[in-house]
């Protein structure tokens, strides 16, 4: 009996160990699998919305500087990058030819005009002529017969008309004459603006022919180092947004992949509204003007743009991983929030075929009231062992934060941004 007895004390005893040794281990276990949230602290701040594009840059006004006259080219006075001021000789055709027309003509109106003075001194003495027959008929009309009297009136005329045409002459031998100086000034190719040579299409001693088209030889780019363009391409759905922008007066900040360190500043100077449409893709050009005093922006660069197009001062921050977050598992949700995450009210795509008719048939102004909606959002804070989840409306959105535009949370409220490994 005594041995019974101990052995049934023996047994307690072991029981009573395991069941003291069960708890810890129950309780450690529970805790490592405890599902802990990674959160982020929500701030007050300032917040810029930004509009991203690219362009190219371009000069503001590229001048094309032909020849008029066809001959080969004797001198060539600029290159490439040639800064130019306004009435530089640029180049030079031979002008043998046109100096030799010059002299032609020249020497042509000369004699026309000897040629006029020939015929008014024959009209002077005509007329002198006519005049004493005039006077003797008057005194005597047997002096002279009307056939003389007719032979000098004709006479008169006669010379009357060929002083006309004399003069006719002159004139026409003056506008050759003109056409011919002209045509020798051409030879000299002067630049017609201060600016700076983009292209030069020519070399010495090539022969330029410009009986049917006026040859290309240089481009200038004038102003090249007050001002150039960046022509961007912006997306019809956002040219609203840069239409307020350029209202409103708000800067604009690209860069270059030639000086990737360095942020250069612009102002939004013309929206075009001669749409381009590409591969159904509806854009809109945008003209951005920017200084260029140092010349680092260069025609035909590539330009990434930042149209700052909003912005709102000391507002509560929301970071973008909270919004983006969402849990997984539904247990892990208190039941009051529950309903959000079994699809209720969380409709990511329309679920069947009349569904999505029925949102491809919407108006106007469903559409729009739909689109204020996507704005109202749930973020998510740690409730003890659950998620609870916070409505709010969310404002300008950036990288890294969104605007909270209403909502019932304070500043530095932790919100969970993901679960932790």
Known sequence: MKILVKLLSLVGLVGMGGAAGYQPTMKYLAERNKV?????????????RYVNSTGT??????????????????????????EVKEGDILARVDPRLFKANVDRDEATLATRQADLERVEAQLQQSLNNYMRGKRLRESNKDFLSDREMDALTFEVKSLQAQRKLAKATILQSKASLETSRANLQYCEVTSPVDGVVINRLINPGQTLAAQFQTPELFVVAPDLRKKVHVFAS???ADIGLIQNAKAEGR????????????VFDGEIEQIRVSSVATQNVVTYPVVIAASNADLKLLPGMTASISFEVDSTVDVPKIPNAALRFFPEDVKLVRKEDRHLIDGST????????????????????????AQQKKDQRHVWMVDGEFLKAVEITT??????????????????ALLVVGKKE
């Open 234 to 236: 912006v997306d019809e």
């Open 395 to 412: 404002g300008l959105m950036e990288n890294k934060f969104t605007e909270m535009a209403e909502g019932d949370l304070d500043v530095s």
């Open 251 to 262: 800067p604009v900040t690209f860069t270059v992949d030639a000086h990737p360190d360095q």
């Open 346 to 369: 969380w409709k990511l795509k329309p679920k069947t075929d009349a569904e999505a008719e029925e949102n491809a048939n919407q108006t106007a102004t469903e559409k729009a009231a």
């Open 57 to 82: 840059i371009q000069p503001v006004l590229s001048v094309s500087i032909g020849s008029f006259v066809s001959g080969p080219i004797v001198e060539l006075n600029v290159d490439f990058n040639d």
């Open 36 to 48: 802990t949230w990674e959160t982020a602290e929500m701030e007050s701040g300032d917040i810029t």
